[in-house]
């Protein structure tokens, strides 16, 4: 079970930080990721982080800005958001996969969060 938290109303410009944490399974075994569905939209990939938290992969429009961490001690994984845009407004996921790569496609993931809301607006 995982439940996502941390999300809100931000100007353009700030920061946000969010998390992930997980309830039950052995947390660091799984690949973690962050995706996000923008009103009107599908969802879409934002990042991934291996079990280890070594290897991270992410999508082209967050490069530079968004930070996908872990914390296996306290089961626990992060998106850390900067320069935010209005664009960057959506429902923000976060999910699990038992395969091991940060390559992976939705469908790869099998348990997901109930995702939190991030508004960027002036």
């Known amino acids: 079970q995982l439940q996502a938290f941390g999300g809100g109303l931000v100007q353009p410009g700030g920061s946000l930080r969010l998390s992930c944490a997980a309830f039950?399974?052995?947390?660091?075994?799984?690949?973690m990721g962050w995706f996000r569905q923008a009103p009107g939209k599908e969802r879409e990939f934002v990042a991934t982080?291996?079990?280890?938290?070594?290897?991270?992969f992410y999508a082209d429009p967050v490069k530079g800005r968004f930070t996908i961490s872990r914390d296996n001690a306290k089961n626990t994984a992060y998106l850390q958001i900067n320069s935010l845009k209005p664009e960057d407004t959506a429902v923000y996921y976060c999910?699990?996969?038992?395969?091991?790569?940060?390559?992976?496609?939705?469908?790869?993931?099998?348990?997901w969060g109930q995702g939190t809301q991030v508004t960027v607006s002036s």
């Open positions: 999910a699990a996969s038992s395969y091991r790569s940060v390559y992976l496609s939705q469908r790869y993931f099998d348990s």
């Open positions: 039950g399974g052995t947390f660091s075994s799984y690949t």
């Open positions: 982080i291996s079990q280890s938290g070594v290897s991270t």
